[in-house]
């Protein structure tokens, strides 16, 4: 009888059968606890054990198991005081990660150095993540401002520069129910921006694409002016490009050199993404 000698190598079809079955199975417990991450993601601040669970249907003795690894793994954070769980830095850098593979965070660097460098203010990069308005890329002036936000930061729809010129571009359906949300909450800020009700939301985004442009002022940081404009791929908006100032210490009224050396440089930065008018 002859015996077959072992080569070591296995069977295409083995690892094919191998891989499907991988893919079948999974890893359940991950499946399980991922929607936590996911729902973490989706907030705009820390939130308690209880409401966390709730939003993902799960045990509250369970959800607590499995944020118990996610802080060993370094993806979720307790507050100490509140108690209450937020994602962690490793989770902001990776979804940041993530969304610097599409390149639009990289390519915009020398973009927003250069109009940093031009008229000497903070410039700042932000993108619809997760269901928000989130800045993804931020470029200090070199004199310290004292603004104090960083990558990661979600930004409301409506009080701030950059979100109302999302909504203004980006599909309806992803950004109503966050304008609904801000303006239920009647916020001071809105009332002083003249924003009460829905005709007054549609004639805020109708002045952002008539002018390409949005300013805010004491919104999401007293004491800071922030001016916005759209950044386009061939498909459509992607991100805004904003400058961050203290007020008055520079002019973003209409036809500034601020507001012209912005449009410049978003629309420079849209036609490298593939834009075109």
Same mark, same amino acid.
């Given at each position: ?5 072992k080569t070591g190598k296995r069977d295409p079809g083995e690892v094919a ?14 499946e399980v606890g991922l929607p936590l991450l996911t729902e973490l993601a ?99 002036? &070199? $004199?310290?401002? @004292? ?6 930061? +979600? /930004?409301?729809?409506? =009080?701030?520069? *950059?979100? #109302? !010129? ?41 002045? &952002? $694409?008539?002018? @390409? ?6 919104? +999401? /940081?007293?004491?800071? =002016?922030?001016? *916005?404009? #759209? !950044? ?46």
């Open positions: 009888m002859l015996m077959m000698k059968n191998e891989k499907l079955d991988t893919v079948k199975n999974g890893i359940q417990s991950i989706r907030g705009t601040g820390a939130v308690t054990l209880t409401e966390l669970a709730k939003s993902v249907n799960m045990a509250t003795s369970k959800a607590h198991k499995y944020l118990a690894s996610f802080i060993r793994l370094g993806f979720v954070e307790q507050e100490p005081l509140t108690g209450k769980y937020d994602l962690s830095t490793s989770s902001l850098e990776l979804g940041l990660s993530a969304l610097r593979r599409v390149e639009v965070p990289e390519t915009a660097g020398r973009y927003m150095s250069a109009l940093r460098d031009e008229i000497g203010q903070t410039v700042t990069l932000t993108s619809w993540i997760a269901g928000h308005p989130t800045i993804v890329r931020i470029i200090e002036c &070199v $004199r310290p401002i @004292g603004i104090t936000i960083r990558a990661g930061s +979600v /930004l409301p729809v409506l =009080s701030s520069s *950059s979100g #109302p !010129v999302l909504a203004a571009y980006l599909d309806r359906s992803q950004t109503q129910s966050l304008i609904d949300a801000e303006l239920s909450a009647g916020s001071p800020i809105l009332k002083r921006m003249g924003v009460r009700k829905k005709e007054d939301v549609e004639e805020l985004l109708r002045r &952002v $694409r008539t002018d @390409g442009l949005a300013r805010s002022k004491d919104t +999401v /940081l007293s004491g800071i =002016s922030g001016l *916005s404009a #759209p !950044v386009f791929n061939h498909i459509g908006i992607v991100a805004t490009l904003n400058v961050l100032a203290v007020d008055a210490a520079v002019d973003f009224s209409h036809g500034s050199h601020a507001c012209e050396s912005l449009r410049k440089t978003a629309s420079q930065l849209s036609h490298r993404l593939g834009w075109r008018p």
